[in-house]
Structure formats: C-alpha cells, structure tokens
C-alpha cells in the first residue's frame, strides 16, 4: 500500500488492449462465450438501470415539482393539493449537511493526521483504524439508536430538551447532526489518510532539512496539498449524510415542520426537531402516514439534483479515480 | 491569552492534540456498545439465549409490550426473535449471491470487454448508483415495483390460497431482494474493478501469452489474485444489506411473517420483516420499557453482525497488502 499512487482513473477503466482479441470471441469454448454475454448485460443492465431511475424521476419530479412548493412549510392535510411544500425538510437537509460536515471533516482530518504522521504507540494506531473501520461498517440505524440512548442522558439536556415528563427528548438537529458526523467520519478520514500516504517521503525530508519540526511540516506542507483529497472525502460524507433516513427518523424526531425548542435563534432551532427531505420522502410515500405520492416523487428528485451535484463535484475535484474515490469511503451508502 | 495557541505547535504538543482526536473514534465505538448493551439487557437476562429462537406470532408478541406498565414484569419481555433474523439473513443472503455474481460480471466487462469510452463512462454510472439515497430506491420500489408484481406476477388463485394467513400485495421477499441488490451491486462492483485495476498489467499479458484467452486470463491470474478483496468487498455489502432499514421497511410487506421454500412460487411474494426494518417501525413505540429493550436487543445484533463482518473483511484483506494489490 505504500507508495501506490493514485492514478488519473484506474488502469482497469481503461484497458490498452489490442482489437484484434475482441473479434476473435467467435472462437472461444462455449462457456467464455456465455460469460461473455453475461458480462454485457450485467455492465449494460447497471447503466439501464441507473439510466431508468433517473430519467422515472425526472419526469415524474418535472411533473408534480411546483416552484412553490420550494417554498411552502409542509401542513398535515388529507388532500395533496393542501399539504404545503418542502421548505422545512429542504432547511432540515441543508443544515444536518453543514452540521454532520462541520464537526466531522475536522475530527477525521487530524485523525489520518495522527495516523500517518506520528502513530505510535503502533497498538493504538492499529485500534484507532480498527474503530473506524467499524464505524464505517455499522448500519445506520444502530447508530441512530445508540445516539437516541446517549442524549437521553440527563446530563446532555442541552442537546435537546427535557419532555413533559421530565425525562430528556433526545431528539433535536443537534443530536442527529453529532451522529450524522460517525456516517461522514470514515469516508473523509480514508480519502485524507490515501492522501497523505501517496506524498512522497522526500516531500517531508525536504521539510525537516529546513529545520521545520514536524507539527510544522504537516501545517504548511502536507495540509495545504491534501486540499482535493480532504474536498472528495467531505463531499462523500456530505451525500452520506444527506442520503440517511433512519438517523433523521429516529433522532430528528421527523416532525412535519421544523419546530425550534425555544426563541432564541439558532440556539433554539438547533435544539428543536425537524424533518430533513429524506424523512419527508419516507412520511410521504404509501409506507409513512402523509401518503402524498406526488410530494414524494417532487421531494426525491430535489434530493437526486442534490445528490447528482456532489458526485459532479466529487468527480472535478477528486485527483483519484470515481472507482477509487468510492473504494476510499469503502461504502457510499 | 490566546497568544500561546497561535505560536506554531511543538511536535510533543502536537502529537498529544490529535491523539486525543484519535482516540475519540474508539471511544465513540465503546460508548456505543455500553449503551446499546445496557438497553438490551432486561431482554437478555429475562429471555435467555431462547430469545433468538422461534416460536409464536412476533406480531403479536410486539404488540403485548405495548402498554405494559413502566416496570414490566419478567414475562412481559417474551419475544422469540427468529422470524426477523430469518427475514434478514434471506434477504441479505439472496441479495449478496445475486449482487456478487453481477458485479464480477461488470468488473469483468469493464476490465476485458468494454469499448475504451463505455469503461470510462461506467465509473460515474456506478457512482451514481451508488449514492442514491436509499429512501428513493424505496419510493421507487413501493411505487413501482410493489404494484407491478401485485398486479401482474401474482395470480389471483395464488392470493386466495393464502387469503386466510396473509395478504399477498406485492410487497415481500422478491421486491426487497431486486432493490437491495440494486443497492449492493455497484459498491462491489467499484471495489472489484479497483483490485481487479491493481493486478499488475504483466501477469495478465504473461497469462495470454501462454494461451489463455483474455477472459481465462482473468479469471484464472487476475481474479484470483485479488479473492481477498472479493470476499472483503461481499463481506461489506453484506454490513449494508442486513442493516438497510427504511427500504425493507417499506417495501416488505405488512406481517413479520416468515416466507416458506416448501410454498413454491408463493415463497417469493410472501412478506416479511428484517431486523433493522422491525427497528424503524416499531420506533413510535419506544418508550415502552418491554419494547424498548426489546428493539435495543435487535440493535445489538446488528451491531455486532456489522463489528464481525468489518473486522472480517479487514483479515481478509491482509494477505493483498503483501503485493501491495490493496490500498
């Protein structure tokens, strides 16, 4: 693993093969002719696939998106024409996103960080990757109900609130945007710590020949030049956290609008519940209570747009390949 | 007295700042298990290993932790738990086959078959994929899927055979099978080409230029050679397939009903419940101390599922560090 650059694309992506090995299928045994048909439909079939689901919600979101419903609070209402629009989901979305990215893009830059840079005792470097790959491999929804259990506690009321009962929520934008930030940790702490492994030695040597200590070398030298490897990982963990429902439904509360603990400004609407487009999606369809079909199909091709603009920006900025940049989060849920 | 912060960091002082930072990832991991563990353990002490067993309605059995008193008596934590294991480890299970056997074929697609532009333009095709938000996979399933095989591919003699137990909608085993491994197959399918991608040019060329045409060539040096990342990147869709919550939930039908292979063809359209989907809806009910413990005992399980297979996965990948075919 050391030393492997990552390269422009993966060789794999693009094979400098000869053309006269392709036409000569023809003369394959049957069974690498039938694999070989089998290897067109499975790669064909993923793009029609992939190709349906867009163009299905593209014309079903054109269809039912009304610009006003960008702008409307959802109400509860039987019939679809009453029940509001998205615009609190759409906030929902929007700060569960600069949450999750704000607390968890520093955590997991100076994590790689440690681990590269100085990393000893070995043991406890070895446990630190080991726990992130945990995370990494722990379905939401755990994570989701571990954060309810935690910010139950009565020592993190301020978190969210204390119910009529006396016992704490546990539900507020606080609380979920901390557990969103475990979702984003572990694709930001890869592309990062893959970053900093394919800077060359030399780099750092050049660094301490000057007489730079090594906590400097790391802040003028190897930071600044991680700058696209740290952009891909947040913008992966950005579309982590804006794809997660099962956060949103058990942390957020899912209520239908945004409802802020108390008046103080941001303070108070971090403390309160709220919905996120995704939990909207979820209430909206036959499985969730609204039942609104039409809000739905509107509501997941914002959240598509949202999710197509990340990858666009993940494949300018990335310097690795798409494969690799996936490889790098391991899993882009 | 901020002025000691902005003076340039010593390296002992730096190196403490981010081990600190470091470790909050482990602690974040023990927390997690205390937590979840203090939660479940009125199930476990009440219920015993019996608890992952079968036996009995699981409907019904939630049902009756509904409004127990606050301090539930012993009896009131009776649950078996199997109907949801099953449903997870068949729709898991199913899913990962079917989702393996298409990506090795994509990777190998994209690796020996595909025209130069189509390989390119795969990349952002499996991205893409790969991050669609899961509650759009499962608005697209009920909204599509469900009623496309209520309406055509199940009989209306086949819903009246089992009209008496349960109610054949579309919803069940085959709709949350096609969507999960929608949903699986291009993260396998990214880390397969990748390994495939890191297998040194010259072992394969080596391969055909002792007669092996190009696909046997694959198979034979440069899948083999990356088995390991094969098995880490199945183990890894197997972490999300059996914690997928909100798509199982909503398009798996309404009874946590477990599907019988001896039913034949009704088998495929039988509803059923996971783990995680029976967490999400039972999630309104969980201040109820029985249910409550109950659902953290689901969560357990599906934490320590996903502990084993991330470590797994990471053992398994050891041996491809060696030559370096892994990052």
């Known amino acids: ?194 970053g900093l492994r394919a800077i060359p030695r030399q780099q750092r040597e050049a660094s301490f020949a000057l007489g730079k200590t090594r906590a400097a070398t790391i802040r003028s030298v190897l930071l600044p030049s991680l700058r696209p490897d740290i952009a891909t990982g947040a913008t992966l963990g950005l579309g982590r956290i804006v794809g997660s429902t099962a956060i949103i439904v058990l942390l957020l509360g899912a209520t239908l609008q945004n409802s802020p603990q108390n008046s103080v400004p941001l303070l108070g609407f971090l403390r309160g519940t709220g919905s996120t487009l995704t939990s909207y999606i979820f209430f909206n369809s036959p499985a969730g209570e609204g039942n609104a079909p039409q809000k739905a199909y509107a509501a997941a091709f914002v959240l598509l747009l949202i999710v197509l603009g990340l990858n666009w920006i993940v494949g300018r900025v990335s310097r690795i390949g798409a494969g690799a940049a996936l490889n790098a989060g391991r899993m882009a849920r | 007295m901020f002025d000691r912060l902005r003076q340039p960091w010593s390296d002992d002082r730096a190196e403490r700042v981010l081990g600190a930072v470091a470790c909050l990832t482990a602690i974040a991991i023990v927390l997690m298990v205390v937590f979840v563990a203090e939660r479940a353990w009125p199930t476990f002490s009440h219920e015993g290993l019996s608890w992952l067993g079968s036996g009995g309605s699981l409907d019904s059995q939630v049902n009756a932790m509904v409004n127990t008193s606050a301090n539930p008596p012993a009896s009131a934590f009776f649950l078996r738990a199997w109907p949801l294991i099953y449903g997870t480890l068949l729709t898991a299970g199913f899913a990962v086959i079917f989702g393996l056997a298409i990506s090795l074929a994509t990777a190998i697609f994209i690796v020996d078959f595909a025209p130069r532009p189509v390989a390119r333009a795969m990349a952002p095709v499996i991205r893409l994929l790969a991050s669609i938000p899961s509650v759009v996979y499962g608005l697209i399933g009920i909204l599509v899927l469900v009623p496309f095989v209520g309406n055509n591919l199940i009989t209306q003699g086949e819903k009246a055979s089992v009209a008496n137990v349960i109610e054949l909608t579309g919803a069940g085993l085959l709709v949350s099978v096609v969507i999960l491994t929608v949903m699986i197959t291009p993260i396998m399918t990214a880390l397969i080409t990748d390994a495939l991608g890191s297998v040194p040019r010259s072992w394969h060329e080596g391969a055909v230029a002792l007669g092996l045409n190009p696909l046997r060539a694959t198979i034979a040096v440069s899948l083999r050679a990356v088995r390991p990342a094969i098995i880490a990147a199945a183990a890894l869709a197997t972490a999300r397939a059996i914690g997928e919550a909100i798509v199982i939930d909503m398009v798996s039908g309404g009874n946590a009903f477990t599907p019988k292979p001896q039913d034949g063809v009704i088998f495929f359209f039988e509803p059923l419940r996971t783990l995680a989907s029976e967490i999400i809806d039972q999630s309104e009910n969980i201040s109820e101390p029985a249910l409550r413990s109950s659902i953290y005992a689901f969560a357990l399980l599906l934490m320590f599922s996903g502990f084993m297979l991330s470590i797994g996965s990471r053992l398994v990948r050891r041996p491809l560090r060696k030559y370096e075919l892994s990052n």
């Open chain 1, 1 to 194: 693993m050391s030393g492997v650059e990552p390269q422009a694309l993966p060789a794999s992506v693009a094979p400098p093969r000869g053309r006269g090995r392709r036409s000569s299928v023809r003369g394959w045994r049957r069974g690498d002719q039938l694999i070989f048909v089998l290897a067109w439909t499975a790669g064909l079939g993923l793009c029609l696939v992939a190709g349906a689901i867009v163009i299905f919600l593209g014309v079903e979101g054109l269809r039912y998106l009304d610009p006003k419903l960008l702008v409307t609070s959802p109400s509860a209402a039987v019939d679809q024409a009453h029940s509001g629009g998205f615009l609190d989901p759409l906030i929902g979305t929007l700060t569960m996103a600069v949450l999750g990215t704000l607390i968890a893009t520093p955590l997991a830059v100076l994590t790689a960080v440690w681990v590269v840079e100085y990393g000893r005792p070995h043991w406890l470097a070895a446990v630190v990757e080991t726990s992130i790959e945990m995370v990494a491999g722990t379905p939401d929804i755990v994570i989701a109900i571990f954060g309810l259990a935690f910010f139950q506690l009565g020592i993190l009321a301020p978190f969210s609130f204390r119910a009529s009962g006396g016992g704490v929520y546990g539900r507020s934008f606080l609380a979920a945007g901390i557990m969103m930030s475990l979702l984003a940790l572990p694709l930001t702490y890869t592309a990062t710590r893959n």
